[in-house]
């Protein structure tokens, strides 16, 4: 492969990585309204197994400390309740509201290295995230319209993930990436199945379809990501990444009667900013503490 086109295949690639998040945001709104979000997210993870397939030998084979072990525990624990939490946001409040509050991740991840990791927060890294915070204010508008559970359950999904993503850092060190998005498939589905177990109700093969279509977009998304990390530095890629929410507002207003919310647009402007400084600050002391837009995806 020619290296002077690297950069555009990193840039196609992402246009992929979130045409491919679009479609798992699309296919949860409209084919998981009848199923409870445990249930729902335990199915996408449960069918999702089957693309692990081709490492199951090497993940059965291989041998780690228990230290790990309960690490990569914990980690599918914390990203299955963010799972659930953002499977039933999905299906209260409209898909750009959702988008807008997932790119809060990387902040969380942010405030949660200071707090757990001792990292040091610089006076501009802390203005971006009162930024985003600010953003945050923006989209919702408490005391102007009444917040929803859905909101609410997005605020605590972004913090999910984030834990989820401080967890992963250490075992990312030690670890092939297969192993680690493999042990989080494995380790998410467990976590998911006594919440989905709670409230089980029979799906049909409808529901079951559907949420076989959300796991081939989703592995699609994770596989166009990394091959778009690959082929490109984080300062191309990222921008692209951004896309997500001009899809999330026309897939929205054009299939699900949605209208587009000049103040979630704002506010989705706001954080979208926030987060751009933060990864470019990192980029520029050469260090990787926060997620990209598009790694804490489901």
Same mark, same amino acid.
Do not use: D, H, K, R
């Given at each position: 492969m020619d290296t002077a086109n690297r950069p555009l295949h990193g840039i196609m690639w992402m246009v992929a990585t979130g045409l491919c998040f679009i479609a798992v945001t699309a296919t949860v709104k409209h084919g998981a309204q009848d199923l409870p979000a445990a249930q729902a997210a335990f199915l996408r993870y449960l069918l999702g197994l089957v693309f692990i397939l081709p490492v199951a030998r090497s993940l059965l084979a291989a041998r780690m400390p228990w230290r790990d072990v309960g690490l990569f525990g914990l980690r599918g624990l914390v990203h299955a309740l963010a799972v659930i939490l &953002? =499977?039933?946001?999905?299906?209260?409040?409209? %898909?750009?509201?959702?988008?807008?509050?997932?790119? $809060?991740?990387?902040?969380?991840?942010? %405030?949660?290295?200071a707090l757990l990791l001792g990292e040091r927060l610089a006076l501009r890294r802390i203005l971006a995230v009162v930024a985003a915070l600010v953003g945050v204010i923006i989209i919702l508008r408490p005391g102007f319209r009444e917040i929803e559970t859905g909101h609410l359950a997005m605020l605590f999904t972004a913090m999910l993930f984030g834990a989820s993503y401080l967890t992963a850092k250490p075992l990312a060190g030690r670890h092939s990436a297969a192993m680690v998005v493999a042990m989080l498939s494995v380790?998410?589905? %467990?976590?998911?199945?006594? =919440?989905a177990w709670a409230v089980w109700v029979p799906p049909t093969w409808g529901d079951v379809g559907w949420m076989f279509v959300v796991a081939l977009f989703a592995t699609g998304g994770h596989y166009a990501m990394t091959r778009a990390f690959a082929a490109a *530095?984080?300062? #191309?890629?990222? *921008? #692209?990444? =951004? $896309?997500?929410?001009? &899809?999330?507002? $026309? $897939?929205? &207003?054009?299939?699900?009667d949605e209208p587009p919310d000049i103040y979630v647009i704002l506010g989705a402007a706001i954080i979208i900013a926030a987060v751009s400084f933060i990864a470019w600050r990192e980029a520029r002391l050469r260090r990787q503490v926060t997620p990209h837009a598009v790694a804490t995806k489901t």
């Open positions: &953002w =499977f039933y946001a999905m299906t209260q409040i409209p %898909i750009a509201e959702v988008t807008a509050m997932n790119y $809060l991740n990387p902040v969380y991840v942010t %405030i949660g290295a380790t998410v589905t %467990i976590g998911l199945a006594p =919440f *530095p984080v300062s #191309v890629t990222q *921008p #692209v990444a =951004f $896309l997500q929410m001009v &899809w999330a507002v $026309l $897939l929205g &207003w054009a299939v699900f």
